[in-house]
């Protein structure tokens, strides 16, 4: 058990170094993540294990481990697919005559909050589809999250049949090669994808990502408070181009977004695009 | 604090006055407050304003609520409404600074100190919502009448009966039967 | 029946004036600031919006010239009514691009016969 005391010092430490807030809905989630990893370290109570975290992890290992455990969520292979099949009918046209009337056909897309690379390869595929190669059209998504584990997990690119559930048959043909443990995706979609540790709540390091024509941050949000969600969006709002789109998940709030985006709407969806 | 990051805060680029302001909250903490208040009053990008707002708000504190509540007064909309949602982080202790603004304010800032008011704790906020439910304007009143439930306050309740008693507009009757009523 | 879109950022004054024009033959949809309203009649489209002023992040003027830029609101109305009615406040908005600014507070029936004037089939008496 954890007093309440402990559990400030716990959800204010977490709070202080990722900006992950918790409040009380999800006590019980934190906790029990909490007594799985005391039970991994070997410390015999919740208490125990929140001054180890607070007070001897002096290089973030431990606070990691907790973050990859408490950030990890399901996710799937063109999941809340008409948002993006938006993206690809109303954005990428679009965007693709601005880049070509003004330099070199290129794209650059960002999954921010990447998990398991499940979008990253999504979008990586709808662009392949959509514009190919052919036209001269050089494509780069790049894929960040906070937590190392899904992010090595990611660069396998091996999902079971649950994770490509929804992949339209035509591309699990094109895009995946069926391996024992269900679908790896294939080297021409792979080479696309560029991933890479990142931290959204670090502001120095969200600075140097530039140029980016769209960036996903699809219910990835949701983990932060209001006050650090607007950072966030503030630093992809200084990544993305003029004239780009953020995507953010269908239920997310658009009063906790800066108002310097416009708010459009694209077959129904609504997005956020920089003037 | 340098020199360089507040020479940043009026940098012609927006990204960078940006990052100026989230390196000198970051780098001076409370000492930042002057300068990104000072830059809140001129600001016209909505993002730095949005940002400048936010990081004011974060900073908060009594010093926090100083330094935004002259802005209550701007011409300017977003950032007179910018103010509001800064004094509405401050916490209690912006609520004596914002009691004192209260005496020499004009009716329409005296309205905005209720909208921040209405994003504090109720509890902390009783003196200025008696302040609301005596004011001359009605406007203030009818705000002061909408908080008034939530302070669990005896004499606010007195003061929400009384003024529920007398003819007046009919919104703040309303304001009133619904206060009364617990219909919220 | 015309839907009505109501902006405010105090419940009671959401609370109040949709109870007003919903008596009044209007279908209300309410959002709580700016963004808000304005995702919501980006969302469905709405036949009248009533709009207070001072909110944060996107107050009233802005709400309405951001809904001006968009080809379906060119032409509907967009009331702001605000507690701040001198007379710049007042040309301030419909140099925003309002069609009506009103004072706050508005005896209900004098709101409700301007609306109808504005709205495009206002069942009168309804």
């Known amino acids: 058990m954890l007093d309440p005391a402990g559990y400030e010092r ?7 170094h990722v900006g992950l807030a918790f409040d009380d809905r999800r006590r019980d989630f934190l906790l029990k993540r909490v007594a799985r990893r005391a039970e991994a370290v070997g410390l015999a109570s919740a208490d125990r294990y929140v ?3 607070t007070r001897a992890d002096a290089e973030g290992r431990e606070l990691q481990a907790l973050v990859d455990l408490v950030t990890t969520n399901e996710t799937y292979l063109f999941r809340e697919y008409e948002q993006l099949e938006a993206f690809a009918h109303v954005c990428l046209p679009e965007l693709c005559a601005r880049r070509a009337a003004d330099g070199p056909r290129t794209l650059r897309i960002w999954s921010a909050g990447c998990s398991t690379g499940d979008e990253a390869y999504t979008l990586a595929i709808i662009l392949l589809e959509v514009l190919p190669p052919a036209e001269g059209w050089q494509v780069e998504v790049f894929a960040s999250d906070i937590d190392r584990q899904v992010l090595a997990r990611a660069e396998a690119g091996v999902y079971g049949e649950r ?14 090669d069926a391996v024992p443990e269900g679908w790896r995706v294939r080297p021409h979609v792979r080479r696309r994808v560029r991933f890479a540790h990142l931290n959204l709540h670090d502001r120095l390091a969200m600075r140097a990502q530039r140029d980016f024509d769209a960036v996903f941050c699809r219910n990835v949000l949701i983990y932060f408070d209001d006050a650090s969600r607007r950072g966030v969006v503030d630093r ?3 990544a993305l181009r003029p004239g780009g789109y953020l995507f953010l998940g269908h239920s997310e709030s658009v009063s906790r977004v800066t108002s310097a985006f416009r708010l459009v709407r694209a077959e129904g969806h609504l997005l956020h695009q920089k003037p | 604090m ?5 020479a940043a805060l009026g940098d012609a680029d927006e990204d960078d006055r940006l990052f100026a302001a989230e390196d000198l909250a970051a780098e001076a903490g409370p000492a930042a407050i002057g300068p990104l208040a000072a830059r809140l009053a001129v600001e016209e990008a909505p993002l730095v304003r949005d940002a400048l707002i936010r990081l004011l708000g974060d900073l908060g504190g009594a010093a926090g609520a100083a330094a935004v509540l002259p802005l209550l007064g701007s011409d300017d909309v977003p950032r007179r409404n910018g103010a509001v949602a800064v004094l509405g982080r401050c916490g209690a202790v912006a609520v004596p600074l914002m009691a004192d603004a209260w005496r020499t304010a004009t009716p329409a800032a005296r309205k905005l100190l209720l909208d921040a008011a209405a994003r504090l704790l109720p509890a902390d906020v009783t003196p200025l919502v008696r302040l609301g439910l005596a004011d001359d304007d009605v406007n203030v009143r009818i705000t002061a009448v909408e908080l008034a439930p939530s302070t669990g ?3 606010c309740r007195a003061a929400v009966e009384a003024l529920a008693a007398v003819p007046g507009p009919a919104m703040l009757r309303d304001a009133c039967r619904a206060a009364l009523a617990g219909d919220r | 029946m015309p839907r009505a879109l109501i902006v405010d950022d105090s419940a009671y004054a959401r609370r109040y004036h949709a109870r007003i024009l919903a008596e009044g033959g209007f279908e209300v949809v309410t959002a709580a600031d700016g963004q808000e309203g304005l995702a919501a009649a980006l969302r469905t489209p709405v036949d009248l919006v009533l709009t207070d002023l001072n909110m944060t992040g996107l107050d009233g003027y802005a709400l309405t010239a951001r809904l001006r830029e968009v080809p379906e609101y060119a032409g509907v109305p967009i009331v702001i009514i605000s507690s701040d009615s001198g007379e710049r406040d007042r040309r301030r908005g419909l140099e925003a691009g309002a069609t009506l600014y009103l004072p706050k507070p508005c005896a209900p029936e004098l709101l409700l016969a301007q609306l109808r004037l504005l709205a495009p089939h206002p069942a009168a008496g309804a």
């Open chain 1, 10 to 16: 716990l959800t204010r430490h977490l709070y202080d």
């Open chain 1, 51 to 53: 001054d180890f975290l």
């Open chain 1, 163 to 176: 994770a490509v559930r929804d992949v339209p048959a035509p591309y699990l043909s094109a895009h995946f």
């Open chain 1, 236 to 238: 992809l709002y200084t």
């Open chain 2, 2 to 6: 340098t020199a360089t990051l507040l």
């Open chain 2, 153 to 155: 306050d005896a004499a």
